[in-house]
């Protein structure tokens, strides 16, 4: 998840290729990879990679794409059985990805 903040926050977006996005992408899946509170995150992802894997992607679908994903992560941190610290995490994680989609 750090690699993910500081890649979002620290570059703009036109220096971020889509590789990178697939790297932190295919971390990103194993990480909820199984887990039932994460499934609309996980099917998000897959189609985010999907749409990075193009030789055109489309931004406007990957802005969108961003923004589901940004606001069901901010959902899974203020589930009650998400501690403290994680879920300031989420919230933080939910944050960067809405700013990232909006400059794209």
């Known amino acids: 998840m750090i690699r993910t903040l500081d890649l979002i926050e620290g570059s703009e977006t036109s220096?971020?290729?889509?590789?990178?996005?697939?790297?932190?992408v295919?971390?990103?899946?194993?990480?909820?990879?199984?887990?039932?509170?994460?499934?609309?995150?996980?099917?998000r992802l897959r189609e985010l990679?999907?749409?990075?894997?193009?030789?055109?992607?489309?931004p406007e679908r990957i802005r969108g794409i961003l923004l589901d994903l940004a606001d069901h992560t901010a959902q899974i941190g203020q589930s009650r059985n998400v501690d403290e610290n994680t879920a300031t995490e989420l919230?933080?994680?939910?944050?960067a990805i809405r700013?990232?989609?909006?400059q794209l």
């Open 91 to 95: 919230e933080e994680l939910a944050t």
């Open 15 to 24: 220096e971020v290729a889509p590789q990178d996005g697939i790297f932190l």
């Open 99 to 102: 700013k990232f989609a909006v």
């Open 49 to 58: 990679k999907g749409q990075l894997q193009l030789a055109n992607p489309d």
């Open 26 to 43: 295919d971390n990103w899946i194993k990480v909820v990879e199984g887990n039932n509170i994460a499934t609309l995150v996980e099917q």
